[in-house]
């Protein structure tokens, strides 16, 4: 074992030490990058999931061998021995196709931003994430903007005194609003957020509010309106954001007038609440366990979608509050669409109105015949956020 090394999870499962292969192959961790490389996230993922097989692999080996009594150590040694060098060889397999993944990919490409948000929405809370700004304002092709006064004058140079912000889902980026901005635009001014769906909520609110300070600040024009439109999480993100400009009275959040939120769990998601059901159920099994890792290794910024919103308080009185939500059934109100929601989110939590726990709004909108992954192609959505961003209903 290389010196500093704390023992692998094969070792904890079998009371084995190191195999044999580890003294003469580099160690099993990836490697240090330093921006967010679809090769990397490759390398992430290979590295996850073989450490849930090889750990669960080993858990049901070790049994066995016990069952079978002292005279079948030494074949137990070489089978741990030569599982193990197995899957080491899989892991340098997975850091090689990473490496040829990194010569090949096209930069800031829709497929590889689309890889990109999905591993971060899994692990993007991981402390050797690649080094980089997790929240950046997006142009319509993708490419980073930045708050400077020079740049985003260049960008906008036909800059409306409105500004509407979109903030994306779980896994997302800020492509999710194709479709959706044309009815949005006209006398406003769209800012693409992308931000990594795997932090924590707060932190993600945090940098979003942030970035806004700067844009106002800096905007081409004086800034009149602005709108937070959030989808799924991102309605989360937009509330928090927010709530945190307020209390430390940053400039932008006097000029804000609507929160719009789509789809979002704001009283908590049913689905991460049966992750969390399940990583405690897989963990009570030794042959399991090593699956009830992995589970429980999803990102904080899932896990915050357990509980939902972590601001009850209403907005700021100036600040209206529009809560849209989506129900499988073409009848909002049937007893099925109101149980199963979207599939991912209750119309009751979309709406912040549950049994024990409520969230004031100034508005509540249901659309039928929707599950999560479509609700942004409803073809009803672009009219309902052009009335509700310009205050033409509010209700």
Request: charged share 20%; net charge negative; with cysteine.
């Given at each position: ?118 591993a971060r929405a899994l692990w993007g809370d991981d402390p050797e994430r690649p080094v980089g700004s997790d929240t950046t304002i997006r142009d319509a092709t993708g490419s980073v903007l930045l708050p400077t006064i020079d740049e985003l004058a ?5 800059a409306k005194h409105r500004l509407i912000v979109l903030i994306h889902g779980l896994g997302q980026t800020e492509r999710s609003w194709e479709g959706i901005t044309t009815s949005l635009g006209g006398g406003s001014s769209l800012v693409r957020i ?202």
């Amino acid at each position: 074992m290389y010196r500093g090394e704390s023992p692998s999870a094969c070792e904890a499962a079998t009371g084995l030490g190191p195999p044999i292969l580890d003294l003469v192959t580099p160690p099993d961790r990836p490697v240090e990058r330093t921006n967010a490389d679809p090769g990397y996230l490759v390398q992430l993922a290979t590295h996850r999931v073989v450490g849930v097989v090889e750990g669960m692999h080993h858990a049901i080996a070790r049994p066995w061998f016990s069952f079978a009594g002292p005279a079948t150590a030494g074949l137990h040694r070489i089978h741990h021995t030569c599982a193990s060098g197995m899957y080491r060889l899989v892991r340098l397999g997975g850091s090689a196709v990473a490496a040829a993944v990194d010569r090949g990919a096209v930069a800031d490409s829709p497929g590889a931003d689309s890889a990109t948000a999905v591993a971060r929405a899994l692990w993007g809370d991981d402390p050797e994430r690649p080094v980089g700004s997790d929240t950046t304002i997006r142009d319509a092709t993708g490419s980073v903007l930045l708050p400077t006064i020079d740049e985003l004058a260049d960008t906008f140079p036909d800059a409306k005194h409105r500004l509407i912000v979109l903030i994306h889902g779980l896994g997302q980026t800020e492509r999710s609003w194709e479709g959706i901005t044309t009815s949005l635009g006209g006398g406003s001014s769209l800012v693409r957020i992308r931000y990594n769906t795997g932090l924590p909520v707060s932190s993600s609110a945090a940098d979003v509010a942030s970035l806004l300070d700067q844009v106002v600040e800096h905007w081409p024009v004086e800034v009149h309106e602005v709108i937070l439109i959030g989808y799924s999480m991102g309605g989360l993100v937009a509330r928090a954001a927010v709530n945190q400009a307020h209390t430390s009275n940053q400039i932008w959040v006097s000029d804000t007038r609507r929160v719009i939120t789509i789809a979002a769990p704001l009283l908590g998601s049913p689905i991460e609440k049966g992750a969390e059901a399940l990583a405690r159920g897989l963990a009570i099994v030794p042959q399991t366990r090593p699956l009830a890792e992995f589970v429980s290794s999803r990102s904080q910024g899932i896990k915050d979608l357990r509980h939902g919103s972590a601001v009850d308080a209403v907005l700021p009185d100036h600040i209206e509050h529009h809560c849209i939500a989506a129900v499988v059934t073409e009848d909002p109100n049937h007893p099925v669409g109101r149980l199963l929601g979207d599939f991912v989110v209750r119309a009751t939590s979309a709406t912040g109105r549950g049994r024990h726990r409520s969230i004031e709004h100034s508005g509540r909108h249901v659309l039928g015949g929707r599950h999560h992954a479509n609700v942004l192609k409803a073809p009803e959505l672009p009219t309902l956020l052009s009335s509700l961003a310009l205050g033409d209903i509010t209700c």
